[in-house]
């Protein structure tokens, strides 16, 4: 008995010296370490926004007292939240929202009808047109902005909302990942909605997209990101704050001679919400879409 007793630690002794065990904690190590540095400046951020001292945050700033927050306080929140006014951060919030749903929902209907039809039309040069998408895909933005400028200039579109959401509505990105879907699918679907006497458009509407829910839950998420961290756009084509999105906004604190640490942290939150929310909203289709692609290879 007294046997068994002794060589119940010694095994538990040498389970945790098993080199198995050793890798699994240092595997858990460095994980712990790896989400740390990524949280660690989310965390930064919303503890910096609750603080009302702009001159206490940047003396906390390199220790641990950046983490803390010992007199939480939404001030930074409500000064910020404005509609009108010097801190109007509430009406750049709104013009970037109405940018991110207009964009987000006329890009999801106009890319995945053009995917829809590369992949399933039966017109001549699909293989020619679909190779011009993903060369257009390659092609820098950048590159092709300036012209883009003057093309809007003249067509009186600059500092309204139609400029920052009709140049971006239709993406080769987007166009070619949802035609990799819609070639997946099935055609014997296609073929029974024909026999059925529905249409090229009815089939496309009440059964493909149906069945892509995952795809389009992908490029929403994508493009909403795309859309709301847009920046050199929207100074190039912007000049009130009509139609100013909030990234621009937050851009001016750090014009100015004296930074508001404060304001401007809380100002990033308020920017980080929507886009978070997106996430949330999909990421149930957007984590099966991942892992069915995987699973394809």
Not at 9 to 21: E, K
Not at 69 to 92: C, D, I, M, Q
Not at 210 to 216: E, T
Request: hydrophobic share 55%.
């Amino acid at each position: 008995m007294s046997d068994l007793a002794l060589s119940i630690p010694q095994a538990r002794t040498a389970r945790l010296r098993s080199p198995a065990t050793v890798l699994r904690i240092i595997q858990t190590i460095c994980i712990f370490i790896i989400a740390l540095v990524i949280v660690s400046p989310l965390l930064l951020l919303v503890v910096a926004s609750l603080k009302d001292d702009r001159f206490q945050i940047l003396a906390d700033m390199g220790s641990f007292r950046a983490y803390w927050v010992s007199n939480p306080t939404l001030s930074n929140y409500a000064e910020v939240g404005h509609l009108s006014g010097e801190l109007a951060f509430g009406r750049y919030l709104i013009n970037s929202l109405i940018i991110l749903v207009t964009t987000v929902c006329s890009g999801l209907i106009v890319n995945s009808m053009a995917a829809f039809v590369l992949a399933w039309g039966s017109f001549k040069g699909r293989a020619v047109i679909l190779s011009i998408v993903i060369a257009l895909y390659v092609i820098p933005q950048e590159s092709i902005i300036m012209p883009l400028v003057i093309m809007v200039s003249r067509a009186g579109m600059t500092d309204t909302f139609a400029v920052q959401i009709v140049p971006w509505v239709a993406s080769p990105l987007y166009i070619f990942l949802l035609y990799q879907f819609f070639a997946q699918l099935p055609k014997e679907l296609l073929e029974a909605a024909e026999i059925d006497g529905a249409s090229f458009f009815r089939a496309y509407r009440s059964i493909f997209l149906p069945l892509s829910l995952p795809a389009l839950a992908t490029v929403s998420i994508l493009m909403g990101i795309e859309t709301w961290n847009q920046y050199l756009w929207p100074i190039l084509v912007t000049q009130t704050d009509y139609a100013r999105p909030i990234a621009v906004a937050i851009a001016t604190f750090f014009g100015q001679d004296s930074i508001y640490w404060d304001r401007a942290m809380a100002a990033s939150v308020l920017m980080m919400i929507p886009i978070l929310g997106l996430y949330l909203a999909f990421q149930r289709w957007f984590v099966s879409s991942f892992i069915g692609s995987a699973v394809k290879g």
